[in-house]
């Protein structure tokens, strides 16, 4: 008959390891999402140094995110600035990174673009006929 002592202390030692075991998985757990997030964060400090440094680099001084005003945008002076490129919708469309039908419908005032279009949009004004058209060939060779 075994020792219930030596019983004892082998259940003990079992459920002993058992809780461990739980404790540790989730510590585990724990230490990979911090892993995660410590690298993510590295990547945006990355992106925020090369932002930085192409900045100090151009010599130029830009107003931060927050501070941009708002957008406006005008059905009709994006109808007349891509009648000045002479572009198709589509065209245009490429230029923005929207479809031929989104800028029929910001023509024709079914639709608004959004802030991020408004971007875009606001960014192609300065730009003339032949980098637009430039900028065009490029797309062109970046498929092929």
């Given at each position: 008959m075994p020792n219930i002592a030596s019983v004892l202390k082998a259940e003990i030692a079992r459920l002993a390891r058992k809780e461990v075991r739980s404790q540790i998985e989730a510590t585990r757990n724990a230490a990979a999402q911090h892993r995660r997030h410590i690298a993510e964060l590295r990547r945006q400090i990355a992106a925020l140094q090369r932002q930085v440094a192409s900045l100090n680099k151009g010599g130029r001084t830009?107003?931060?995110?927050?501070?941009?005003?708002?957008?406006?945008?005008?059905?009709?002076?994006?109808?007349?600035?891509?009648?000045?490129?002479?572009?198709?919708?589509?065209?245009?469309g490429r230029l923005v990174g929207v479809s031929a039908q989104s800028i029929y419908n910001w023509e024709r005032e079914v639709a608004m673009p959004r802030e991020a279009q408004k971007a875009k949009l606001s960014a192609l004004r300065a730009v003339g006929a032949r980098a637009a058209r430039a900028h065009l060939e490029r797309l062109d060779g970046e498929r092929d």
């Open positions: 830009s107003t931060p995110p927050a501070v941009e005003k708002a957008r406006r945008f005008s059905a009709k002076g994006l109808r007349s600035h891509r009648q000045r490129l002479g572009l198709s919708a589509e065209d245009y």
